[in-house]
């Protein structure tokens, strides 16, 4: 599974800024994919997830100002992130948990990290 993550930037407080990740799970089902965010000296933490079917789940720091959803190819799913707080600023990444056609185990794969700046 590869995953492709996109859309980072630098933002104001109050702005948004939109998330994508991009799967080619060829061979692979995908039972959920989420985002997560880092700070330098803390561990990665979840923002937010969605499963197949699912409804989606969000930190509470998030809550309520941001979306994930899929696209309309279900093969990229999207983190629009509205109302920026300085807080927000971080490094994210995306997650799916993904098993091999026919296996039940899912392993974790990640895609490379994109740096989301917010500015006050």
């Known amino acids: 599974v590869q995953l492709q993550a996109s859309g980072g930037g630098l933002a104001q407080a109050g702005g948004s800024l939109r998330l994508s990740c991009a799967a080619s799970a060829t061979g692979f089902i995908i039972d959920a994919t989420a985002w997560y965010r880092q700070t330098p000296g803390n561990q990665r933490e979840l923002v937010a997830v969605i499963g197949n079917g699912g409804s989606p789940n969000y930190a509470d720091t998030v809550a309520g100002r941001f979306t994930i959803h899929r696209g309309t190819a279900k093969d990229t799913v999207y983190l629009q992130m509205n109302s920026l707080i300085p807080e927000d600023t971080a490094v994210y990444y995306c997650?799916?948990?993904?098993?091999?056609?026919?296996?039940?185990?899912?392993?974790?794969?990640w895609g490379q990290g994109t740096q989301v700046t917010v500015s006050s």
């Open positions: 997650n799916a948990k993904a098993r091999r056609l026919g296996r039940s185990y899912l392993n974790d794969y």
